[in-house]
């Protein structure tokens, strides 16, 4: 059964920096590529950041591109997003996420995501 648990949500100030964390089991973690998508208070699922299984191509939303960054440590099952200069628009629940068959998949009703995490730009 695949698990995902999100980490690293918090308070944050516009202009600040986030680091979240999803530790992942029940799958083969190297072999699946994954995602992290958000949700705002009041709209739909976002599809925000997707990594290959290797680690080697990562891929962004306009709206975070050179903002943020997604990595993974498969060595530890671990997923990461570096978020940097971030704006109040940000505020959302963050999600680690991935698909099924472990294909890179970019609309975020498909897949399967953890808990999330709450991060809140605010002054």
């Known amino acids: 059964e695949v698990q995902l648990v999100e980490s690293g949500g918090d308070l944050v100030q516009p202009g600040g920096s986030l680091r979240l964390s999803c530790a992942a089991s029940g799958f083969t973690f190297s072999s699946y590529s994954m995602s992290w998508v958000r949700q705002a208070p009041g709209k739909g699922l976002e599809w925000v950041s997707g990594i290959l299984s290797s680690g080697r191509s990562t891929y962004y939303a306009e709206s975070v591109k050179g903002r943020f960054t997604i990595s993974r440590d498969n060595a530890k099952n671990t997923l990461y997003l570096q978020m940097n200069?971030?704006?109040?628009?940000?505020?959302?629940?963050?999600?680690?996420?991935?698909?099924?068959?472990?294909?890179?998949?970019?609309?975020?009703?498909?897949?399967?995501?953890?808990?999330?995490?709450?991060?809140?730009?605010?002054s």
């Open 85 to 122: 200069s971030l704006k109040t628009e940000d505020t959302a629940v963050y999600y680690c996420a991935t698909y099924y068959s472990g294909a890179l998949v970019t609309d975020p009703s498909q897949l399967l995501r953890g808990q999330g995490t709450q991060v809140t730009v605010s």
